[in-house]
């Protein structure tokens, strides 16, 4: 069981950055953001493997965020800079397992024009 704790979003004029958290209480293959806008489906943001420090990122971010890890705290960030209005929604942090894939709450980030 790994459970996992966000942290970091809020609400940011475009062209801003916001720094988001999430850390978690064990270890997993491989940690991710994904991001919910209303009306609209859950959707991949950024991986990043444990053990190697891989990273993928979604088109629509690449160049303006960057994940990270560190594995003394067993935490997962996600720097967001250049922040769009189209980058509001719920980010969610997510652990893959070695049988299931774990979800956090959710946090808001929201994007003002």
């Known amino acids: 069981q790994v459970q996992l704790v966000e942290s970091g979003g809020g609400l940011v004029q475009a062209g801003g950055s916001l720094r988001l958290s999430c850390a978690a209480s064990g270890r997993a293959f491989q940690m991710g953001w994904y991001r919910q806008a209303p009306g609209k489906e859950r959707e991949f943001v950024a991986s990043?493997?444990?053990?190697?420090?891989?990273?993928s990122y979604a088109d629509s971010v690449k160049g303006r965020f960057t994940i990270s890890k560190d594995y003394t705290k067993n935490t997962v960030y996600l720097q967001m800079n250049n922040l769009k209005p189209e980058d509001t929604a719920i980010y969610y942090c997510n652990a893959a397992g070695p049988s299931r894939d774990y979800w956090g709450q959710g946090t808001q980030v929201t994007v003002s024009s």
């Open positions: 990043i493997r444990w053990s190697s420090g891989r990273t």
